[in-house]
T-cell receptor, first 112, second 112 residues
Framework: DAGVTQSPTHLIKTRGQQVTLRCSPK?????VSWYQQALGQGPQFIFQ???????QRGNFPDRFSGHQFPNYSSELNVNALLLGDSALYLC???????????FGSGTRLTVV | GQQLNQSPQSMFIQEGEDVSMNCTSS?????WLWYKQDPGEGPVLLIA?????ELTSNGRLTAQFGITRKDSFLNISASIPSDVGIYFC????????????FGTGTRLTVIP
């Protein structure tokens, strides 16, 4: 049973560029959340998608946007990259109820 | 937003020793979760707690949901080398908003 899969694993982008990260949720899960984890810190909530709509959003600027597809997979887009966007981006899936999420291994984004 | 503080920030212990770490919040949560993160990986759920005062075990791990709903602790008994990693607490409100708020993490090193 595949867990949460994310691609790519690593990515290097130049400041000002745009990036798209992808996530396939665990089989049977319908809710996808994205988190940003800066080095040495805990993950910070970006947003959550359910039924192809953004259901919740954390304290992140509009440069961060996302999408959920009918098969529940999701994309995270970041425009106008800043050096401070360098982080591990984690995708997590769930059935939407209370309790824990299943996390992917993340995409390490480096902005230079 | 909610701030979760974990202590200690780091621990160095001998193999076989017991470990205790805790997490405190400025706000009430309805669910407390404990995750472990290995280098280059996403967090893995260890224990989920859903009720104030609840004490739950998972093998050598035991966690409790504080009565005030603003704190939780995690104990690891008879530590082994594979316990090495970063442990995060996470709180969840689930009153329409079910995203996770993560703590600052406790880095555990086990000396063989």
């Amino acid at each position: 049973d595949a867990g949460v899969t994310q691609s790519p694993t690593h990515l290097i982008k130049t400041r000002g560029q745009q990036v798209t990260l992808r996530c396939s949720p665990k089989s049977g899960h319908d809710t996808v959340s994205w988190y940003q984890q800066a080095l040495g810190q805990g993950p910070q909530f970006i947003f959550q998608y359910y039924e192809e709509e953004e259901r919740q959003r954390g304290n992140f600027p509009d440069r961060f946007s996302g999408h959920q597809f009918p098969n529940y997979s999701s994309e995270l887009n970041v425009n106008a990259l800043l050096l401070g966007d360098s982080a591990l981006y984690l995708c997590a899936s769930s059935l939407g109820g209370p309790g824990g999420y299943t996390f992917g291994s993340g995409t390490r984004l480096t902005v230079v | 937003g909610q701030q979760l503080n974990q202590s200690p920030q780091s621990m160095f212990i001998q193999e076989g020793e017991d470990v205790s770490m805790n997490c405190t919040s400025s706000s009430i949560f309805n669910t407390w979760l404990w995750y472990k993160q290995d280098p280059g990986e996403g967090p893995v759920l260890l224990i989920a707690l859903y009720k104030a005062g609840e004490l739950t075990s998972n093998g050598r791990l035991t966690a409790q949901f504080g009565i005030t709903r603003k704190d939780s602790f995690l104990n690891i008994s008879a530590s082994i080398p594979s316990d090495v990693g970063i442990y995060f607490c996470a709180g969840q409100l689930y009153t329409g908003a079910n995203n996770l708020f993560f703590g600052t993490g406790t880095r555990l090193t086990v000396i063989p």
